[in-house]
């Protein structure tokens, strides 16, 4: 049961235009939503996190939008650039009483920024 | 170092033998989780310790995997009898522990082969 789905496996975009990598999820107890970016041979470092009581959050160049009615997230990322490509990993939690912090991980977008 | 540390970086090994895998966590973090990344998936929660006890083993695929935190600091995962459906990327993360709402810090992953 994947809780958490990313459905494009990969997103080409041109340098200086937006980005769009979309989430989706499945758990209505999720309350805590963040985007992981990941280099080949390193871990997830950590991009970008929204809680269920905000809608949108901002950052530089990355936004990250949440629409808790359709189970959605999505994060933008303008002007893309080339250092930017690499593996998106959209993850959610559940807080609530047990509070592990535990995150459910999508299946990842690999982005690719032409120059 | 003042990240999360994990060796070997990587670990070829036969089928039937037995692997340990290490981690070290961010000085002063409480809380530390494995995973388990298989090509072109999103990381797969295994375990989650808080201090000393394993709080959360929900991930753990069967009774070959074990892990140990005894001291509440470095962790160790431990495969029995490995086989080649084991073969995958193990990441362990660390966070400040409960009520911290944030992301959790990765190492760079331990790379396990199995032939």
């Known amino acids: 049961d994947q809780q958490v789905k990313q459905n494009s496996p990969s997103l080409s975009v041109q340098e200086g235009r937006i980005s769009i990598l979309n989430c989706d999820y499945t758990?209505?107890?999720?309350?805590?939503f963040l985007w992981y970016k990941k280099y080949p041979a390193e871990g997830p470092t950590f991009l970008i996190s929204i809680s269920s009581i905000k809608d949108k959050n901002e950052d530089g160049r990355f936004t990250v939008f949440l629409n808790k009615s359709a189970k959605h997230l999505s994060l933008h990322i303008v002007p893309s650039q080339p250092g930017d490509s690499a593996v998106y990993f959209c993850a959610a939690s559940a807080h609530g009483s047990s509070n592990t912090g535990k995150l459910i991980f999508g299946q990842g977008t690999t982005l690719q920024v032409k120059p | 170092g003042a990240g999360v540390s994990q060796t070997p970086s990587n670990k070829v090994t036969e089928k039937g033998k037995y692997v340990e895998l290490r981690c070290d966590p961010i000085?002063?973090?409480?809380?530390l989780y494995w995973y388990r990344q298989s090509l072109g998936q999103g990381p797969e929660f295994l375990i989650y310790?808080?201090?000393?006890?394993?709080?959360?083993d929900s991930g753990l695929p069967n009774d070959r995997f074990f892990a140990v935190r005894p001291e509440g600091s470095v962790s160790t995962l431990k495969i029995q009898r490995t086989e080649r459906g084991d073969s995958a990327v193990y990441l362990c993360?660390?966070?400040?522990?409960?009520?911290?709402?944030?992301?959790?810090?990765f190492g760079e992953g331990s790379r396990l082969t199995v032939l």
């Open positions: 000085s002063g973090h409480t809380a």
């Open positions: 758990n209505s107890m999720f309350d805590y």
């Open positions: 993360a660390s966070s400040r522990g409960p009520g911290y709402t944030g992301e959790l810090f």
């Open positions: 310790f808080q201090g000393t006890g394993a709080a959360d």
